[in-house]
């Protein structure tokens, strides 16, 4: 029998939940369930709020295009975000929807827009930001949501990042070598307490015009810091934040089995 209920859609609803509980749904969420998914009176619905777990819900219809859910139960407690944190400079709207969503795939517990000499994506909606990481969580069974910050520029979120946390910085001047020897002597030297521990981890993506030699000394002479090379071949800046983010979480984070 399969751990999760692929069948059963997926909700987000920022309220508290428990066991009884009657929520009335919103218009976007009754039209998606009855409408587009034709869902019908006591079919399963799954709900969460990042906080209170996964709960099993049953439709209640409450007119043509309206309906509540009522919780019966809980089908999974609530997991524990990870640590992981995901700087990045924002790209053009589309192309930062698909990096927002697959952060909150790989595991990211933070999003941070970094705003770096060359960057060129539209002004950060955090709105948006967020409404991408719940979709994200929705589709893939996801139970903490991750926390939205303000864009800061690079310069300030270095500075506002713990002195313990490794930074793993994607760096295309970098001499190519194996980024997982890499990871794992600078996890278990340099970012975290013991080579089977998992470090408190962050990533910095910069724009597609790469950082300037300032910003990259900038990131550079931060303690804690390990330069990475992804390859011989550069890389798009979405494409580079799927493959140091799946990188960092089979070496050093939740993909690989605790100590």
Same mark, same amino acid.
């Given at each position: 029998?399969?751990?999760?209920?692929?069948?059963?859609?997926?909700?987000?609803?920022?309220?508290?939940?428990?066991?009884?509980?009657?929520?009335?749904?919103?218009?976007?969420?009754?039209?998606?369930?009855?409408?587009?998914?034709?869902?019908?009176?006591?079919?399963?619905?799954?709900?969460?709020?990042?906080?209170?777990?996964?709960?099993?819900?049953?439709?209640?219809?409450?007119?043509?295009?309206?309906?509540?859910?009522?919780?019966?139960?809980?089908?999974?407690?609530?997991?524990?975000?990870?640590?992981?944190?995901?700087?990045?400079?924002?790209?053009?709207?589309?192309?930062?929807?698909?990096?927002?969503?697959?952060?909150?795939?790989?595991?990211?517990?933070?999003?941070?827009?970094?705003?770096?000499?060359?960057?060129?994506?539209?002004?950060?909606?955090?709105?948006?930001?967020?409404?991408?990481?719940?979709?994200? *969580? #929705?589709?893939?069974?996801?139970? *903490?949501?991750?926390?939205?910050?303000?864009?800061?520029? $690079?310069?300030?979120?270095?500075? #506002?990042?713990?002195? #313990?946390?490794?930074?793993?910085?994607?760096?295309?001047?970098?001499?190519?070598?194996?980024?997982?020897?890499?990871?794992?002597?600078?996890?278990?030297?340099?970012?975290?307490?013991?080579?089977?521990?998992?470090?408190? $981890?962050?990533?910095?993506?910069?724009?597609?015009?790469?950082?300037?030699?300032? #910003?990259?000394?900038?990131?550079?002479?931060?303690?804690?810091?390990?330069?990475?090379?992804?390859?011989?071949?550069?890389?798009?800046?979405?494409?580079?934040?799927? *493959?140091?983010?799946?990188?960092?979480?089979?070496?050093?984070?939740?993909?690989?089995?605790?100590?």
């Amino acid at each position: 029998m399969a751990a999760y209920d692929f069948s059963a859609p997926r909700l987000f609803l920022d309220v508290p939940l428990s066991e009884g509980l009657r929520h009335s749904l919103d218009r976007a969420q009754a039209n998606y369930l009855l409408t587009v998914l034709r869902r019908t009176e006591g079919e399963p619905v799954l709900v969460f709020n990042g906080r209170d777990g996964e709960w099993r819900a049953e439709i209640v219809p409450t007119g043509r295009k309206a309906a509540d859910l009522v919780l019966r139960e809980r089908t999974r407690p609530q997991t524990p975000p990870g640590d992981l944190h995901y700087l990045f400079a924002p790209l053009k709207a589309a192309r930062l929807d698909y990096v927002a969503q697959k952060a909150v795939e790989m595991g990211a517990s933070v999003i941070r827009p970094v705003l770096t000499r060359r960057t060129q994506g539209d002004r950060i909606k955090p709105e948006r930001l967020r409404a991408n990481a719940i979709e994200a *969580a #929705e589709q893939c069974g996801i139970l *903490a949501l991750p926390e939205i910050r303000e864009a800061a520029t $690079l310069a300030a979120a270095l500075a #506002e990042t713990e002195p #313990e946390r490794l930074v793993v910085f994607c760096d295309e001047d970098a001499p190519v070598a194996d980024p997982i020897e890499a990871l794992r002597r600078a996890g278990a030297t340099g970012g975290g307490p013991g080579r089977n521990a998992r470090p408190r $981890l962050a990533v910095v993506i910069g724009p597609e015009g790469g950082f300037t030699p300032e #910003e990259r000394g900038l990131i550079l002479e931060r303690p804690g810091t390990v330069r990475l090379s992804l390859g011989p071949r550069i890389l798009r800046a979405d494409t580079a934040a799927v *493959a140091v983010l799946a990188l960092v979480q089979a070496v050093l984070g939740d993909g690989r089995p605790a100590a």
